[in-house]
């Protein structure tokens, strides 16, 4: 299988960074934006270290600063949506081929950001195109929507 470097996810976010997205972006409920120390206390670190995860969630344009505090871009968006496919359809693989539930889930955690689109894509029509996971939540659609 060849990769098509266009379609391939570029993933220039470490774990800690995208936990602080995710944060950020169940912190924008209402519109509203995230303060530096609500994402602070949910990650359980010091604000000088949520400040450098968001200048590189900024620099790459996942979160824009704004009167308040930050919320998530569209890139941003399209980003947790993507590594939220991977996560679910990796963990159905797993669960499918006996693993706990569990285990599934801490081992799709390993990979969901290592994976590239065209990969995830692969498993998810061997699996004949899951809707949802093992935990019964939806599995995003592939395309970038």
């Given at each position: 299988m060849?990769i098509?470097?266009k379609?391939?996810?570029?993933?220039?976010?470490?774990?800690?960074?995208?936990?602080?997205?995710?944060?950020?972006?169940?912190?924008?409920?209402?519109?509203?934006?995230a303060?530096?120390?609500?994402i602070?206390?949910?990650?359980?670190?010091?604000p000088?270290t949520?400040?450098?995860y968001?200048?590189?969630?900024?620099?790459?344009?996942?979160?824009?600063?704004?009167?308040?505090?930050?919320?998530?871009t569209?890139?941003g968006?399209?980003l947790?949506?993507?590594?939220t496919?991977?996560h679910?359809?990796m963990?159905t693989?797993?669960?499918?081929?006996?693993?706990?539930?569990?285990?599934?889930?801490?081992?799709?955690?390993?990979?969901q950001?290592l994976?590239?689109?065209?990969?995830v894509?692969?498993i998810?029509?061997?699996?004949?195109?899951?809707?949802?996971?093992?935990?019964?939540?939806?599995?995003?659609n592939?395309?970038?929507?």
């Amino acid at each position: 299988m060849t990769i098509n470097k266009k379609d391939s996810l570029k993933m220039d976010i470490t774990v800690r960074e995208y936990d602080c997205l995710n944060v950020i972006e169940k912190l924008n409920v209402g519109n509203w934006p995230a303060k530096v120390s609500d994402i602070s206390k949910n990650m359980k670190v010091k604000p000088p270290t949520v400040i450098s995860y968001i200048r590189k969630l900024t620099k790459n344009d996942y979160v824009l600063k704004g009167p308040g505090g930050y919320k998530i871009t569209k890139k941003g968006d399209m980003l947790i949506k993507k590594v939220t496919r991977a996560h679910r359809i990796m963990e159905t693989l797993f669960v499918k081929e006996g693993t706990s539930l569990s285990m599934a889930c801490t081992q799709a955690k390993k990979f969901q950001l290592l994976a590239d689109n065209d990969f995830v894509e692969c498993i998810c029509k061997t699996l004949n195109h899951p809707t949802q996971c093992p935990h019964g939540l939806p599995i995003p659609n592939g395309g970038d929507d």
